[in-house]
């Protein structure tokens, strides 16, 4: 949670005030480069899930059981 609270808002041109106001150019960094990781998985599950949602015949995320999660995530994370 910590991590997603920090890189709320980090662009390239914030991650470099973050680097001068905290004294740690590789923490600004990394900080950014975690975020835009995270922002490809999400992206990547949401593609993946939406696919699900298709091939299921359902519009909700509610509607997919537990299986359909589950292959849902390994897709998303292979």
């Given at each position: 949670?910590?991590?997603?609270?920090?890189?709320?808002?980090?662009?390239?041109m914030?991650?470099?005030?973050?680097?001068?106001?905290s004294?740690d150019?590789?923490?600004?960094?990394?900080?950014y480069?975690r975020?835009?990781r995270q922002?490809?998985?999400?992206?990547?599950?949401?593609?993946v899930?939406n696919?699900?949602?298709?091939?299921?015949?359902?519009?909700?995320?509610?509607?997919?059981?537990?299986?359909?999660l589950?292959?849902?995530?390994?897709m998303a994370?292979k």
């Amino acid at each position: 949670m910590m991590e997603t609270v920090l890189n709320i808002g980090l662009t390239d041109m914030s991650v470099r005030g973050l680097a001068a106001v905290s004294g740690d150019e590789r923490f600004a960094w990394d900080s950014y480069r975690r975020l835009i990781r995270q922002d490809r998985a999400r992206h990547r599950r949401c593609l993946v899930m939406n696919a699900m949602k298709r091939a299921r015949g359902v519009t909700r995320d509610i509607d997919l059981d537990a299986n359909d999660l589950e292959s849902g995530y390994q897709m998303a994370v292979k």
